[in-house]
């Protein structure tokens, strides 16, 4: 399932001036699980929601909305996770993923790992952060695929 969550423009304030505000838009998408097109190959049919193509639509138009570029675009996490992501990262793992850098052409700020990201090893994650920052708050984790 996609999301989009478009958050209204925050008026920001700063302790200097009460005068001086700003116009802050935050977006964000989650449990995108690989959907770059609203295409669902497996079934023939397509994605109810659209996928990051229909999305992009969207946050183009949220952000032309705010002055001065003031936006913030985030992941929410599943990122990765279904059949076309786990079928590239079977044959490649250093490949960067097709929803990776459709991501990347929006502009995302960061995303931040689901449940399902943790299902692939620590090195693609790395490989990945040089295409799109990744916010972390972990401990500690184990990998599907044994690396800890």
Partial sequence: MLAVQLLGAIPVRTASAASDTADLRIMF????????VDVDYSKG????????????TLLTQAKSEVPGGNT????????MY????DYIYEHDQNEIQPI???MASLNY???????????????FHVI?????????????YTLKYGIT
């Fill in 45 to 56: 049919t397509l994605f109810a929601n659209g996928g990051l193509t229909k999305a992009s």
């Fill in 109 to 123: 700020d960061a995303i931040i790992l689901g449940n399902h990201d943790y299902e692939y090893t620590l090195l």
């Fill in 128 to 140: 990945i952060s040089y295409v799109i920052p990744i916010s972390l708050n972990i401990f500690s």
């Fill in 82 to 85: 279904d059949y076309t992501t």
């Fill in 100 to 102: 990776y850098q459709a």
């Fill in 29 to 36: 998408t989650t449990d995108l699980h690989g959907q770059v």
């Fill in 72 to 79: 913030l675009l985030f992941d929410l996490g599943d990122v």
